[in-house]
């Protein structure tokens, strides 16, 4: 492969790893804009069914859709699926509870996971240099999220999850995007998240007088609700916006090193910050801050690091 043609790679990398968290940005807030009426479980149905043509369509665009069923790689495929539609919840439990910045601050260790995993998942180095910024990176979450203090939150919990759940997802994705079509990827992920989505659905009547206070338990745990047309129409558009983040996430990945394209997810907290104010008035604390910019830098060093070595 030219030098141009892989610096061009990385550019498209960078461009639909950027586009895809502004995407996903306005998903989040959508979400926490109806978390406290709504039920989690039924925001996935929503998103899901109304991703669904648009993830269809370019299933047979692509060309892909005799090949919706790999043999080979259904386990595989359906694994991936799950733990990303566990993180995903995880994250939308967090923020139910939490300022949007402050989970997708907590969120932010996923570039370190995946830069941890990258190594004996993928086969790729991991330099002593990245070892660095992931214990400096998870310094920051410990400053924001203050186990055993009186701070502490345990949606900070959730949040975290869906870190360590998403890269994992993410190293599983770049192994079959080798080999399967992005379309198929993202219609199996989609699916999954609908059938979880109904599972979870199908058991919270057992917990409708159960009094649940926690603001992550209750938004997972709630009855269904119908929403009025505003809430409905804020639906469709997340559907819409996550099925183009969906595969916005999965061609970044695909056309650039895992560890090349996760530290570019940091353009999330600015969206969240603003998101977050202008929305719901939440401003995170200066503990938060702190922790957000440790992690922050050290990511942004990591990402530094790398391209220096690389125009070398």
Known sequence: ??????????????????????????????????????????????????SLPLLLGWLVYSGALSNLFPSRMLGLLFLRSFILCTAYFGFVLS????????????????PFVVAALAGWSLGERVPPYRWIAI????????????????????????????????????????????????????NWQNVTYFSVAVLVGLV???FAHAGIEDKSMAFLLRPWVWPDATQFVLLIIMGVLSALASAG??????????NFVAPFEYTALLW?????????????????????????????????????????
Not at 24 to 37: E, G, H, P, T, Y
Request: a neutral charge.
């Open 204 to 206: 919270t009547p057992f």
């Open 249 to 258: 996430f999965i061609l970044a990945y695909r056309h650039g090193e895992a």
């Open 95 to 110: 923020i139910a509870a939490l300022p949007i910045a402050t989970s997708v601050s907590i969120y932010f260790t996923m």
């Open 1 to 50: 492969m030219s030098g141009t043609t892989a610096e061009q790679n990385r550019l498209k990398a960078a461009l639909f790893a950027v586009g895809s968290v502004g995407l996903a940005s306005m998903q989040d807030a959508i979400v926490k804009s109806v978390s406290n009426d709504l039920p989690a479980y039924e925001t996935v149905i929503f998103r899901t069914v109304a």
């Open 135 to 186: 214990a400096i990176g998870f310094a920051g979450v410990l400053l924001m999220v203050r186990p055993g203090s009186e701070a502490f939150q345990p949606a900070a919990l959730f949040a975290l999850w869906s870190a360590v759940g998403y890269a994992i997802g993410q190293m599983i994705g770049r192994h079959l995007s080798m080999r399967i079509e992005s379309a198929v990827i993202a």
């Open 272 to 312: 969240a910050v603003m998101n977050g104010v202008v929305f719901f008035g939440d401003f995170p604390d200066s503990t938060t801050w702190a922790g957000a910019a440790i992690v922050v830098s050290a990511g942004v060093w990591m990402l530094w690091r790398d391209s220096t070595l690389n125009h070398r």
